[in-house]
Nanobody, 125 residues
């Protein structure tokens, strides 16, 4: 069982930055992939970014490539999402997710076994 706790969301103006954090429980965090997803009102949950077990491989949705950076600190059991040049269309609830069965991240939500509670990101124009 893995528990995930996100933090760092909030309200920011367009063009601003936020950094989300997600701390995981357990002693095997360094062995598996992690992902960030988001869900806007009335829309399906969508992949944002994923990182492999050791941070060596990262993947991004086209909509955030060049603006967002995913990283992890295995010593702290934490994955981060640095979000720069935010746009109003980035407004959503952001979720981190864990896939203990894989070392490389997947882009589909149903591949992940554990989810955080979500943190709201609101970007004003």
């Amino acid at each position: 069982q893995v528990q995930l706790v996100e933090s760092g969301g909030g309200l920011v103006q367009a063009g601003g930055s936020l950094r989300l954090s997600c701390e995981a429980s357990g002693s095997t965090f360094s062995r598996y992939a992690m992902g960030w997803f988001r869900q806007a009102p009335g829309k399906e949950r969508e992949f944002v970014a994923g990182v492999s077990w050791n941070g060596g491989n990262t993947y991004y949705a086209d909509s955030v490539k060049g603006r967002f950076t995913i990283s992890r600190d295995n010593a702290k059991n934490t994955v981060y999402l640095q979000m720069n040049t935010l746009k109003p269309e980035d407004t959503a609830v952001y979720y981190c997710a864990a896939d203990p069965g894989s070392v490389l991240p997947k882009r589909t939500a149903n591949e992940y076994d554990y989810w955080g509670q979500g943190t709201q990101v609101t970007v004003s124009s």
